[in-house]
């Protein structure tokens, strides 16, 4: 299947501005792109009127993502914090309406680094807490048409949700009711036996696909098993784009909070280049 490819706006820039996203969302379609990533790190970073301007100029079709910065918990958490988190989801999931993005997606359960341990118990009481702090986000997601694609990470970013089979028991009945699972091929490189079993395992409730390199920088020529990865995908239905997330190591926010610690490629333009053409090979 030919699907589309689409990149983040992280692989040159943080965070996403009304100053600067006219310029990189030119460049990305002037690169041959399909689709854009859009992050949302923080409600007002940039408006819906400049998205739609430029996906009009460059024919972009945008995937808004979120970011779990320092405070905004599901989990675990004070009443005050978890507020805040959903109302920072709700205006993302009025954005994603607004500019028409069909998904939402991101690890959107806790803060990215917190870690902790829990009980088989303890865990199971976090995932219906989960369950019950996120629905009121999830069910405004239905009413707009946007579907919140929940993101496991690895396990030096979370002890929540690392595994699809963790996704599936942490959602359980919020699945297909304004929530599903998005999958990283970065995470799933570290988490999964098997990405093409995760992908099955996941099965329907794929919503949204990240990909690079198993080092982080450009899919293609590492160790991932991009066949059996897409042919899994091709195999439970998803025809939505595969996106490139990768960052760069020139921004010290970003390069701090995705462990950037070296350049991925000679530029952040030949690892989109390249991851591109590769991905359009596949």
């Not at 199971?124 to 009121?136: G, H, M, T």
């Not at 699972?181 to 995760?198: F, G, K, N, T, V």
Request: aromatic share 6%.
């Amino acid at each position: 299947m030919e699907r589309p490819i689409g990149i983040s706006t992280w692989v040159w820039d943080s965070p996403l501005t009304d100053a600067n996203l006219g310029g990189h969302l030119a460049r990305i379609a002037a690169l041959g792109f399909d689709a854009v990533e859009l992050p949302l790190e923080n409600d007002g970073d940039f408006t819906a009127a400049a998205v739609r301007e430029a996906l009009q100029s460059t024919g972009l079709t945008p995937y808004l993502v979120g970011a779990m910065a320092p405070g905004r918990d599901l989990v675990s958490a004070a009443p005050a914090s978890v507020e805040a988190t959903q109302a920072y989801l709700l205006a993302c999931v009025a954005m994603a309406a607004s500019i028409g993005s069909p998904t939402l997606c991101g690890p959107f359960y806790a803060q990215t680094g917190r870690t902790w341990r829990m009980s088989p118990e303890q865990r199971r009481e976090a995932y219906a807490e989960l369950r019950r702090n996120l629905k009121p986000v999830a069910d405004r997601a239905l009413e707009a048409g946007v579907v919140l694609g929940i993101e496991p990470l690895n396990r030096y970013e979370t002890s929540l949700i690392n595994t699809v089979e963790q996704a599936l028991e942490a959602l359980g009945p919020l699945l297909g009711n304004g929530v599903g699972i998005a999958l990283d091929s970065y995470h799933l490189h570290i988490e999964e036996r098997s990405l093409a079993a995760a992908v099955r395992a996941a099965g329907e409730h794929v919503v949204h696909v990240q990909v690079c390199g198993n080092d982080r920088g450009a899919p293609g020529g590492d160790q991932t098993d991009w066949d059996g990865f897409l042919q899994a995908l091709d195999e439970v239905g998803y025809t939505g784009p595969l996106n490139i997330e990768s960052f760069t190591a020139d921004n010290a926010a970003i390069a701090i909070a995705a462990s950037i610690w070296r350049p991925l490629a000679p530029s952040q333009d030949e690892l989109a280049a390249k991851g591109l053409a590769f991905l359009r090979d596949l």
